[in-house]
């Protein structure tokens, strides 16, 4: 598949994809919400990439969902539309490999759902993030969901109901970003938070990817029962033994991915 839309870069084991519509605002197009699923899925299967980060061109991450696409379209078109639109937080969880967010600018409505799906993300300064729609009288449904899962009943309404926006440094205190850094340095300390995953135990960090988001959707007694088998296969890996072998020497580990 040829990209139109996104930009596909790797380095140093890293895999970047870039929103490349900045005369829009990296808005999500129809073609902009399929290419960033496919880049992710190539991505994520491409051997030579450990971690993936998502980054918007121009001046914004990204300001949500592009709404010249939003007229004459019947409920079943609406909602095929609207589904393609959430389906990066599928593909993301979906994922063995870990996904950061690069944001800097805005990220809103639907950049606010894709900062929000990706497992980490690291934000500039002065970064504006917002679920906005009901001002235009819709509302972030889809990206509010994965925000909901550390904010709260309260702040979840108050994001979704009064379409304010909030800044990086109250997004980092509510749990929704996990590092402001200075705007100038936002690819610099992506880069290297990219590098500290790509230190740990390749075997570790998908397992305990996968981990997460199977846990999130079961009951208190069931994740335990899910640890224990996470547990049990990881400790009988290379890697594992390797690892625990390292700490005892007092040496760096050197990983197989198995």
């Not at 539309?81 to 944001?103: C, E, G, N, R, Y």
């Not at 850094?181 to 135990?201: G, H, M, N, R, Y």
């Not at 998908?206 to 208190?220: R, T």
Request: proline fraction near 3%.
């Amino acid at each position: 598949m040829s990209f139109e839309t996104i930009l596909i870069e790797k380095k140093d084991q890293i895999g970047i994809l870039t929103l490349n519509r900045p005369q829009k605002f990296n808005t999500f197009s129809s073609q902009m919400a399929e290419e960033l699923n496919a880049a992710l899925r190539r991505l994520d299967e491409d051997g030579e990439v450990r971690v993936v980060i998502i980054k918007g061109a121009g001046k914004v991450f990204s300001t949500g969902i592009d709404v010249s696409e939003f007229y004459g379209k019947t409920p079943s078109e609406s909602h095929r539309w609207l589904t393609l639109m959430d389906q990066m937080h599928f593909t993301i969880a979906s994922m063995d490999k870990p996904v950061i967010a690069m944001v800097h600018g805005f990220a809103v409505a639907n950049g606010a759902g894709l900062m929000a799906a990706a497992d980490f993300a690291i934000v500039a300064e002065g970064t504006q993030i917002g679920t906005t729609a009901i001002n235009v009288g819709l509302l972030c449904t889809g990206p509010i969901i994965p925000m909901s899962y550390g904010l709260g009943k309260k702040k979840t309404l108050e994001m979704l109901l009064s379409g304010d926006m909030i800044d990086a440094g109250e997004a980092e205190r509510l749990g929704l970003v996990n590092k402001i850094v200075p705007a100038d340095k936002l690819e610099e300390e992506t880069l290297a938070f990219a590098q500290k995953l790509i230190s740990k135990s390749p075997v570790a960090i998908q397992m305990g990817k996968n981990f997460y988001y199977q846990m999130i959707d079961m009951p208190f007694r069931q994740r335990f029962v899910l640890n224990s088998e996470i547990m049990t296969r990881l400790s009988s890996t290379e890697d594992a033994q390797e690892g625990v072998k390292a700490f005892i020497e007092k040496r760096r580990p050197m990983w197989k991915g198995k």
